[in-house]
T-cell receptor, first 114, second 111 residues
Framework: ETGVTQSPTHLIKTRGQQVTLRCSSQSGHNTVSWYQQALGQGPQFIFQYYREEENGRGNFPPRFSGLQFPNYSSELNVNALELDDSALYLC?????????????FGSGTQLSVL | GQSLEQPSEVTAVEGAIVQINCTYQTSGFYGLSWYQQHDGGAPTFLSYNALDGLEETGRFSSFLSRSDSYGYLLLQELQMKDSASYFCAVPSGAGSYQLTFGKGTKLSVIP
């Protein structure tokens, strides 16, 4: 039990649609990052938020955006969905005094784009 | 850029010992982490090595050789519940928030 919860667990969308995925992390974990995990691959860093500001981004286009809220919750938004966006989306948090070597992951949202 | 190589699949017998290797190429080195992920589950932190040598945590140990850009995860007294995917990962910089993961090694434990 990591204390990181994500919703929904599964989602089906069609190409061109928009989607919002949600994450709630532990109290005191003021850093949240999002990862995309394609089938049979390792997680790939999308971006990170610290104190409600994006402070790092991986190799993902601007149609991937996010928000972080003061209550340790966050959102990942994806616009203009493409078939290749089908993947498991993972939210991860870490303690305010921690470093990235120990992240606490949620179980993810499985997104299918048809 | 950074890249990590690990075997795609490993099969081992219950009660045995298995070693999962990871070699990495990084522009700078800031530690090697290991995560376990069961099918449909969340990746779970197992261990972290910043310095050369062996770190032991119960049945799991992790080893690092910085001069060889190599590490491994050692699982002893294998149990059926150890069947999962195992990922090595490195941070992109000192105190960095961004992890680069390997493609994962799927471990199957058989009776």
């Amino acid at each position: 039990e990591t204390g990181v919860t994500q919703s929904p667990t599964h989602l089906i969308k069609t190409r061109g649609q928009q989607v919002t995925l949600r994450c709630s992390s532990q109290s005191g974990h003021n850093t949240v990052s999002w990862y995309q995990q394609a089938l049979g691959q390792g997680p790939q860093f999308i971006f990170q938020y610290y104190r409600e500001e994006e402070n790092g981004r991986g190799n993902f286009p601007p149609r991937f955006s996010g928000l972080q809220f003061p209550n340790y919750s966050s959102e990942l938004n994806v616009n203009a969905l493409e078939l290749d966006d089908s993947a498991l989306y993972l939210c991860a948090s870490r303690e305010s005094t921690g470093t990235c070597e120990k992240l606490f992951f949620g179980s993810g949202t499985q997104l299918s784009v048809l | 850029g950074q890249s990590l190589e690990q075997p795609s699949e490993v099969t081992a017998v219950e009660g045995a010992i298995v070693q999962i290797n990871c070699t990495y190429q990084t522009s700078g080195f800031y530690g090697l982490s290991w995560y376990q992920q069961h099918d449909g589950g969340a990746p779970t932190f197992l261990s972290y090595n910043a310095l050369d040598g062996l770190e032991e945590t119960g049945r799991f140990s992790s080893f690092l050789s910085r001069s060889d850009s190599y590490g491994y995860l050692l699982l002893q007294e294998l149990q059926m519940k150890d069947s999962a995917s195992y990922f090595c990962a490195v941070p992109s910089g000192a105190g960095s928030y961004q992890l680069t993961f390997g493609k994962g090694t799927k471990l199957s434990v058989i009776p």
